[in-house]
Each structure stands twice: as C-alpha cells, then as structure tokens.
C-alpha cells in the first residue's frame, strides 16, 4: 500500500486546514501521527476500517476530525483552531488490524506534509 498525504501549509493560528492520506488500495485502520521539530513522533487521530470507530489524542479533541472515504481510499484529518504547537510533519498510516495509537501496529507510511501555525 502507496500511502499520500496532501494538504498541508502554512495558516495563522485559529484557521483550518484539512489533510488528505490517498491510498493505492484499501486499507484497514489509518492513523495520522505527528512530529515537531525536536520531539518525538505522537498519535494525532486513528479511524477503523468502516468509520465507525475513531481515536483522538486528548490535545486534538473537540479540534480535529477525522473522515474516510473507502470509494476514494482516502482519509482525511479535518484540523480546526489551529494552534501554534500543532506545527509539525504529519503522516498517515496504515494497518492491516485495528485502529491504534501505537506506531507498532501500522504497516505503511506516507511521506509526510508539513503544517505550520503561525501565532
């Protein structure tokens, strides 16, 4: 599985972004991770195959949310109240089992696109 991810730029603290993981094929759970410059990689926003389920970091709730489209194979992470510590490289992946937030458990990796909140 090809993983894509697109959308991301530069906006002012408190605009929007939303980010886009295109797939080569299906896939099951996708999940969006994060990493600033500096820190370590973080779970940002996982959702099961179906969309039925989804998984939030407690810094994200009530901000972010994430979306799937199985006809498109695509995921998106629609990013609301942006703040300037979510500025980082974002990357989606995938997993052949259930969504999780540990990076363990994903199969595939996208490239990554920035995001940067300006204050």
């Known amino acids: 599985v090809q993983l894509v991810e697109s959308g991301g730029g530069l906006v002012q603290a408190g605009g929007s972004l939303r980010l886009s993981c295109a797939a080569s094929?299906?896939?099951?759970?996708v999940g969006w991770f994060r990493q600033a410059p500096g820190k370590e990689r973080e779970f940002v926003s996982a959702i099961n195959w179906d969309g039925g389920a989804t998984d939030y970091a407690d810094s994200v709730k009530g901000r972010f949310t994430i979306s799937r489209d199985n006809a498109k194979n695509t995921v998106y992470l629609q990013m609301n109240s942006l703040k300037p510590e979510d500025t980082a490289v974002y990357y989606c992946?995938?997993?052949?089992?259930?969504?999780?937030?540990?990076?363990?458990?994903?199969?595939?990796w996208g490239q990554g696109t920035q995001v940067t909140v300006s204050s």
């Open positions: 094929r299906y896939a099951f759970a």
């Open positions: 992946a995938a997993s052949r089992g259930v969504l999780s937030k540990r990076e363990s458990m994903y199969d595939y």
